[in-house]
Nanobody, 125 residues
């Protein structure tokens, strides 16, 4: 069974930065970062191709603030978040797609078959 272990969440002031990490036990085809705030649906933030050239994808509202990257040697994906706002407060999840990759798959939460436990990020005003 594929395991994903996240770390790096916490309390940060508005305008601050946080880097989340996610170690995956089996290299996937691709990985994504999602978040879920209370009363809201889980939403995709960013995704990265693991097997190919490492191409990245960002949801519009995080472009320029969040950066997804990976370290193949460490089987780790990162999400660097800058310019944080109180509305970024949520539980953040990493997820792995073990079955394939592509523009259609990466955008759908249902495509991801393994999920981390979630890490809370709280941004104070």
């Amino acid at each position: 069974q594929v395991q994903l272990v996240e770390s790096g969440g916490g309390l940060v002031q508005a305008g601050g930065s946080v880097r989340l990490s996610c170690v995956v036990s089996v290299r996937p085809f691709g990985m994504g970062w999602f978040r879920q705030a209370p009363g809201r649906q889980r939403e995709l933030l960013a995704a990265i191709d693991w097997v190919g050239a490492g191409s990245t994808y960002y949801t519009d509202f995080v472009k320029g603030r969040f950066t997804i990257s990976k370290d193949n040697a460490k089987n780790t994906v990162y999400l660097q978040m800058t310019g944080l706002k109180p509305e970024d407060t949520a539980v953040y999840y990493c997820a792995a797609d073990q079955r394939g990759w592509g523009p259609a798959r990466r955008a759908r939460a249902a495509s991801y078959d393994s999920w981390g436990q979630g890490t809370q990020v709280t941004v104070s005003s």
